[in-house]
């Protein structure tokens, strides 16, 4: 079975511009998480995608946007990028609501670097 | 406020040792409890749960976690350690008011030959 898959692995942007990050979850997952983990701030939460509609949003401002396909798989956006932007962008799988009924399982992230 | 905290940021062990990490949360009801692992350069790979029932759950790689209610504590446990546990570890608490899981953040293990 194969696992969670992100692209692209790692990213290069210029201040202002924007980025789209993808997942593909696992086969059968109907539910995408996407964290932001940084050195100084943990993994924190940016939203919460079930069979194309999302459940949970985090505190992150608008210039954070997400969308999820007929077929599971997940985008996420980030609009006029600024260099507290560059962070590891990680999505996570699961089959059901994540924390609420079940586990998810992670990719192995998208490395974004603002310059 | 619902949280999670682990206690040591750092732990270095020698090869062959037990292991102890802490973690506890801030909740008010029984959450959901998760330990993740996570090697450098990597996404996090999940460890063990716990939702319900037994309050001792064995995970893969010979980890265990006790649950502990009475003091909000879900700590992980390794009789002997190996040079190849060396990672970040996290424990997160998922049923949250919030309804979103929440990472503590961290514990960076180091492991001596």
């Known amino acids: 079975k194969a696992g969670v898959t992100q692209t692209p692995r790692y990213l290069i942007k210029t201040r202002g511009q924007q980025v789209t990050l993808s997942c593909s979850p696992i086969?059968?997952?109907?539910?995408v998480s996407w964290y932001q983990q940084t050195p100084g701030q943990g993994l924190q939460f940016l939203f919460e995608?079930?069979?194309?509609?999302?459940?949970n949003k985090g505190n992150f401002p608008g210039r954070f946007s997400g969308r999820q396909f007929s077929n599971s798989r997940s985008e996420m956006n980030v609009s006029t990028l600024e260099l507290g932007d560059s962070a590891l962008y990680l999505c996570?799988?699961?089959?059901?609501?994540?924390?609420?009924?079940?586990?998810?399982?992670f990719g192995q992230g998208t490395r974004l670097t603002v310059v | 406020a619902q949280s999670v905290t682990q206690p040591d940021i750092h732990i270095t062990v020698s090869e062959g040792a037990s292991l102890e990490l802490r973690c506890n949360y801030s909740?008010?009801?029984?959450?959901?409890l998760f330990w993740y692992v996570q090697s450098p350069g990597q996404g996090l790979q999940l460890l063990l749960k716990?939702?319900?029932?037994?309050?001792l759950v064995q995970g893969i790689k010979g980890f265990e976690a006790e649950f502990k209610r009475s003091q909000s504590s879900f700590n992980l446990r390794k009789p002997s350690v190996h040079w190849s546990d060396a990672a970040e570890y996290f424990c997160a608490v998922g049923k949250t008011s919030y309804d979103k899981v929440i990472f503590g953040p961290g514990t960076s293990l180091s492991v001596i030959p």
């Open positions: 996570a799988s699961s089959s059901g609501q994540f924390g609420r009924n079940t586990e998810a399982f």
């Open positions: 995608y079930f069979s194309e509609t999302q459940r």
């Open positions: 716990y939702f319900s029932g037994d309050t």
């Open positions: 909740y008010g009801a029984t959450p959901y």
């Open positions: 086969s059968g997952h109907r539910s």
